[in-house]
């Protein structure tokens, strides 16, 4: 029915409820019985509860309950008379079942009746339960199922859905159960919703939703987050100090007492000094230190036992677990470092550095290889000059007393040293350091064999050039540092670069061997430097060098020289002029100014020159008449330094006297050159020629081999198969003796008798020689004597005969030329008649392999 909202608010406000329970069992009650005698429970209020003997709380009778309640217990020993109390808070589970409200009004009001949709408080239902199942939630019932059938039904997580079968409904009775133990720490709640259909599937109400609770049970023991747990804390450090924290985790539900976890400590190792030296926070795991007394030295680490322990730490119905705390005790400067002795010892010979002399050992409690562990050493008495250092050796932590600089036998012959050790941290407060943190060193100096010196060095004497040979400059002397040593010492010349020196071995007086030149190449800026030795008889012996430096004067020892000594000038005297100017090897005043001069002769040099003092320096020369004649001339000019006693010289300028161009510039490009060319040049030019021969010589060597190697390969053919043992063809005789045009080159060279016919490659005549070097044959004489003849060509004869490369034919051998007038017969007189027939040809076989096949043609049978 249509009613106003303020209507139904005032309505269900007036209303009350009223729950009525009939407890059969409600809770046990225990006390730790800490005396095992005979106990007796009582209840605050024995009208609605009682306890028996077990300690079991039952109602006493129907209760009418609105909401939680409380019940307060009592326990008494009946032997010592000791009485407990508790307190028990009942909480009320409602479970309601589908109820409807009626709501009559007066008549008058002509207001309908009007049916509220289902509403069902969330159902709680304990964690893990032992059945038996299936165990009933609620009924669920529809007023439409007096008049026909329905059927009910339940969808959602843990009915219809993953994970299903958890809720099971009775179709027909509506009756909502669990299936299986439900674990809160799985799934703490579940939604579902109730459907009501009839027969033929209509929905006959509203779906309900129906929310259920899983109630947590204390089923699961606090865990550590970590088995082992690290910490660490100061030595020495005050109660209270936090060390660290530690923590669990308990699965159940932490709003009710199954997941309120409580810490404490279970044992302590080693319980020194004291068994409780830390105690922790029971609620939020801090460990703290509640005693004094941690050395680190004594006990370097502790070990707790740590428990938690869920339902508040309740030992009778909480559950437990451990864990192991390790806290370790770390250093702090506590200890300072003492001396193992009160003196320490060493020795150390003079001169010596970078020597350890002794070492310093210490002892330390503090934790090794830490800042409060590391020594540091100081000397604070002892060494005035600061002659020792003393390090730290950073494996053993030992002082090394080490000499930093060199010392003196002489000078001191021992040292006792203070010396004081700290750590590289200060000491704690209230850690004073102890007489024993510093100690003496005792240092005993070695005497050694010391090179003696020579003072001043270098040492610098000033003395004018040209002093003669044999001339006493200085006394050069070393001394002995050795005091307590007898010993002498001996003088010897080390480095003289001109020679010019000589030192007396026992005094060490300086004389001179040779005039001292201030222009001297060994001479730098007018200093010569001579290093000498100075050597005593100690064991070893020992030396030492001194430099003597000699500042020469300057004398006026050089006459001057004109500059430069080439110049060009043009064949008229303007517009040109050349600049002239003088070296001299002294110095000022022995030097410039300078006067110019032209000599006297030859008497053309002052008839054609004139000479011009420009400076104290410099002079002008130029042409004195209108013209001269290209060409070098070398003209003398008399030079004159501005010494005490002045000197002259006459140096010869070579000029160059050249045709000019407007500009003064001449026009032939040869420069001025000495009568030969200078040294470098000259060499430049023999390299290149020699080089020139050297590439020449290569080259002729590598065509002789060529040609060796094209002879060994002819020698490789057959005699026999060798196309030049054939019958060649010499061309017709000509005109007699006296024909001038027969043509010698057929007698000379065969092989460039058709050189001006292109041949075909490869092809070659019958009769033309191979390719290989002439032989060699005898000189003859430019006019041999008719007499040598039959000599010369017997030479020639048995000279191609020996010859591998020689041609089988006589007529390529060049003997002669034959001409007018000659002495010898005309070869024209030779029988040339191919018959042959009276004439002997045996004769031929004598004469070599090479006529050996003539002589098998022409003098053989008849066949």
Not at 327 to 353: L, M, Q, Y
Request: glycine letters at 6%; proline letters at 7%.
């Amino acid at each position: 029915y249509p009613l106003s909202e303020e209507f139904l608010d005032a309505y269900y406000s007036s209303l009350s409820y009223s729950v009525y329970f009939s407890f059969f069992f409600c809770l046990a009650v225990d006390f730790a019985n800490c005396g095992r005698g005979q106990l007796k429970f009582e209840s605050g209020s024995t009208s609605d509860f009682r306890i028996d003997a077990s300690g079991v709380v039952y109602a006493a009778r129907d209760l009418e309950l609105t909401g939680p309640a409380s019940l307060t217990v009592q326990v008494n020993d009946i032997a010592t008379k000791r009485q407990w109390t508790t307190q028990v808070k009942v909480q009320v589970v409602f479970l309601w079942s589908t109820h409807k409200v009626n709501v009559k009004l007066n008549a008058d009001s002509q207001l309908k009746r009007m049916k509220r949709d289902w509403v069902i408080p969330p159902i709680n239902v304990a964690e893990n339960s032992r059945g038996p199942f299936p165990q009933e939630l609620v009924r669920i019932r529809s007023d439409h199922d007096k008049n026909r059938s329905l059927r009910y039904s339940v969808t959602g997580p843990g009915a219809d859905q993953p994970p299903t079968g958890i809720f099971i409904i009775d179709p027909i009775s509506g009756e909502l159960s669990v299936n299986k133990p439900l674990d809160r720490e799985h799934i703490p709640n579940f939604h579902l919703r109730a459907h009501a259909v009839d027969l033929n599937g209509n929905q006959v109400e509203n779906p309900i939703d129906i929310i259920i609770n899983v109630i947590d049970m204390n089923d699961n023991r606090p865990e550590f987050t970590h088995q082992i747990w690290n910490g660490s804390v100061p030595e020495g450090s005050k109660p209270g100090t936090f060390v660290m924290t530690v923590t669990s985790v308990d699965k159940d539900d932490p709003k009710t007492f199954n997941g309120m976890l409580r810490y404490k400590i279970l044992s302590q190792n080693p319980e020194s000094p004291s068994s409780n030296m830390f105690t922790i926070n029971n609620k939020t795991g801090g460990i703290i230190t509640v005693a004094a007394g941690l050395d680190r030295e004594k006990v370097s680490q502790y070990t707790l036992i740590i428990q938690a322990t869920d339902m508040e730490g309740n030992p009778m119905y909480g559950l437990s677990n451990t864990a192991t705390a390790v806290i370790k005790v770390t250093d702090i400067n506590d200890n300072p470092p003492e001396f193992t002795a009160e003196t320490f010892f060493g020795s150390v010979p003079e001169n010596r550095v970078n020597v350890i002399v002794a070492n310093l050992t210490v002892t330390d409690k503090d934790q090794p290889n830490t800042l409060a562990w590391n020594a540091v050493y100081k000397i604070t008495g002892g060494d005035p000059t600061g002659s020792f250092s003393v390090p730290t050796d950073p494996t053993t932590n030992e002082g090394l007393v080490t000499v930093v600089k060199p010392i003196d036998y002489e000078t001191s012959r021992t040292y006792v040293l203070t010396v004081e050790a700290r750590n590289e941290v200060p000491l704690a407060r209230g850690i004073h350091s102890p007489r024993q943190s510093t100690a003496t060193v005792s240092i005993q100096v070695i005497d050694v064999n010391e090179s003696p010196y020579f003072q001043p060095d270098p040492k610098l004497i000033k003395l004018e050039e040209g002093m003669l040979p044999e001339s006493t400059l200085t006394t050069f002397t070393a001394q002995d540092p050795d005091r307590f040593m007898q010993q002498s010492i001996r003088y010897s010349k080390l480095a003289d670069p001109a020679n010019w020196l000589r030192i007396d071995p026992n005094t060490g007086r300086i004389t001179t061997v040779a005039v001292l030149d201030r222009e001297s190449p060994f001479v730098k800026n007018s200093l010569y430097n001579a290093t000498f030795m100075a050597s005593d008889n100690g064991e070893p012996p020992a030396t030492g060098t001194g430099t003597l430096q000699i500042y020469l004067l300057d004398i006026n020892d050089n006459a001057p020289k004109v500059f430069p000594q080439e110049a060009e000038i043009c064949e008229k005297p303007e517009p040109n002029a050349v600049n002239i100017t003088a070296v001299d090897g002294d110095l000022n005043p022995n030097a410039g100014p300078f006067a110019f001069e032209l000599a006297h002769r030859p008497t053309d040099v002052r008839r054609n020159w004139t000479i011009t003092r420009i400076s104290g320096d410099y002079a002008q020369l130029r042409l004195k008449i209108g013209y001269l004649e290209s060409g070098i001339y070398d003209l003398p000019i008399i030079i004159t330094d501005s010494g005490n006693l002045p000197m002259s010289n006459t140096s010869y300028l070579r000029i160059k006297v050249c045709q000019c161009d407007p500009h003064g510039d001449c026009t032939d490009q040869q420069h001025i050159m000495a009568a030969g060319l200078g040294t470098g040049a000259i060499i430049s030019i023999l390299l290149c020629i020699i080089i020139l021969l050297i590439l020449v010589l290569m080259f002729v060597v590598w065509m002789k081999r060529r040609d060796k190697e094209r002879q060994a390969k002819q020698l490789l053919i057959d005699p026999e198969d060798d196309v030049r043992d054939n019958i060649l063809k010499y061309d017709e005789e000509g005109g007699g003796e006296e024909d001038q045009d027969y043509d010698l080159s057929q007698l000379q060279q065969p092989d460039t008798l058709e050189h001006d016919t292109i041949k075909p490659v490869g092809i070659r005549r019958m009769d033309e020689r191979p390719l290989h070097p002439e032989p060699q044959y005898p000189m003859r004489s430019a006019a041999p004597h008719p007499g040598d003849i039959g000599d010369f060509i017997n030479e020639g004869l048995k000279a191609a005969d020996n010859d591998p490369t020689a041609p089988p034919y006589d007529s390529l051998l060049v003997f002669d030329y034959e001409g007018s007038g000659s002495t010898a017969g005309s070869l024209s007189s030779l029988n040339s008649s191919s018959s042959g027939g009276d004439q002997d040809y045996d004769y031929l076989n004598d004469w070599g392999p090479r006529f050996r096949k003539l002589a098998d043609m022409y003098g053989g049978s008849d066949d």
